[in-house]
Structures are given as structure tokens and as C-alpha cells.
């Protein structure tokens, strides 16, 4: 599931875009703020930004800018009431993808952030390729062209989320907040079990492989 993290000061418009985003079939993380949104930042893997520019303590170009700075590159798009050719190259210049002036057609925001859904190859589509390989995330299977390999649930979820981030390092902690939750009584050693479950179980799949980052935490690449 594609995660997106929405800042927005105004409570009325960001419950509206938060049920709306969630109805249709993302995950949502909503902010107040910029200080709250770089908050969730600290421990939610983002797949996309969405955020309001005039905001209090830390707004929206500036957000931006620091995000970019820190090298995040996920898509973001602006929502704002100045439509004015110089407030857009701003934020164009601090790092936005994209800009949505208010107020906001809900239908229209929903297709712009597929567009750059697209362009950053992040999907919402049920399968995931990997080179010859298709991880199906309705079957829970791993297909390869000469088998169909059936993983277990968590295992799965796992390889999933890391399939959707490639290349990307995750910590043990980030991972397990991600597919176990926040209240599981699970602890980090978790991940490194099911890791090495999934690297067993999917040894002589050629199409990818799950690295360490030592003193990190782990990443799904390709292989050449």
C-alpha cells in the first residue's frame, strides 16, 4: 500500500483529504504542521508528500527545501491559494514535483498524485515485477518462470514492502512498526527471523536478493 504523508494546517480541509485519500485505498499520515510532518518522518517510510504552504512554524516551501537538503526524494505536491506564477516557481525551486491550487478538486488531486505515483515507478497495483519474477500480493506468491512459490503472510508483507522500495534501507525498527505495528509485543529480532526465512526460502530466485546494511538494517535490490 502506497503511503502518503499529508500536511495540512486546516482540521476541516485535512480530515476531508485524509478520509478521502484513505477511501481510496492509500495509507495516510496527516500532519499539522512541517515540524509535525519531518516528526513522522523520523519513524514512517513516505512514498509521497502532499502539503499545504502557508503553514505555521515550518511551512511548506520550507519543509521542502529541508527534505530535499536531507536527500528525500519522493514526490511532493503543493496545495495552495497563491496561483500567482512567482509563489509556484518558489516552490517548484524548493523541490515540489507538482501544484494544486485551492480549493481542491478532490478527483483532480487523486489523478495527479497517480501521475507521480507513475513517474516515481511507486504503484498501487497488487503485483510487483522484479526483473523475470512477480510478487503477487493477492496470492502471496512469488512467481518466476519456472515456479510459483507460496510465502507465508508476514514473510510476504515484508518482501512487499521492501520490493516497493528498492534499494531503500530499513531499519529493523522501521520494519517492524510497518508490518507488525505499533503495539505488537514483538521485538526487533523479528525481521532478522523472517529475513532469514525469506532469503532461505527464495535462495535460487536469481531476479533479486535482500541485503544487509550493516549497523542499518536491510534492502531489497536487484540483480543484474
Known amino acids: 500500500m502506497v503511503t502518503i ?3 495540512e494546517d486546516d482540521p476541516a480541509l485535512g480530515s476531508l483529504l485524509d478520509e478521502y485519500l484513505t477511501t481510496s485505498g492509500y495509507r ?11 516528526d513522522v518522518l523520523e519513524r514512517e517510510p513516505i512514498d509521497l508528500m502532499v502539503t499545504d504552504v502557508m503553514m505555521p512554524r515550518l511551512d511548506g516551501r520550507e519543509l521542502t527545501e529541508q527534505l530535499r537538503d536531507a536527500g528525500y526524494t519522493f514526490p511532493i505536491l503543493m496545495l495552495t491559494a ?47 515485477q522484479l526483473n523475470d519474477c512477480v510478487l503477487d500480493e ?4 512469488v512467481v518466476t518462470p519456472s515456479e510459483t512459490i507460496e510465502v507465508p503472510k508476514k514473510e510476504f508483507e515484508l518482501l512487499y514492502h521492501l520490493a516497493t522500495h528498492l534499494n531503500q534501507v530499513f531499519t529493523r525498527q522501521q520494519l517492524l512498526d510497518r508490518i507488525w ?40 535490490g536487484l540483480k543484474s
Request: glycine share 6%.
Open 5 to 7: 504523508l499529508l500536511v
Open 28 to 38: 495516510v499520515h496527516l500532519a499539522v504542521d512541517g515540524e509535525a510532518a519531518l
Open 82 to 128: 497563491l496561483e500567482t506564477l512567482p509563489d509556484k516557481k518558489k516552490g517548484f525551486r524548493a523541490g515540489a514535483d507538482d501544484y494544486l491550487v485551492k480549493p481542491v478538486d478532490l478527483e483532480e488531486l487523486e489523478l495527479r498524485i497517480e501521475a507521480m505515483l507513475r513517474r516515481a515507478n511507486i504503484y498501487r497495483e497488487h503485483q510487483i
Open 138 to 141: 493477492r496470492s502471496l506468491t
Open 181 to 220: 505495528g505499533y503495539e505488537t509485543e514483538s521485538d526487533v529480532r523479528t525481521i532478522d527471523v523472517h529475513i532469514n526465512r525469506l532469503r532461505s526460502r527464495l535462495k535460487h530466485v536469481e531476479a533479486f536478493q535482500i541485503s544487509t546494511a550493516w549497523g542499518l538494517g536491510y534492502r531489497l
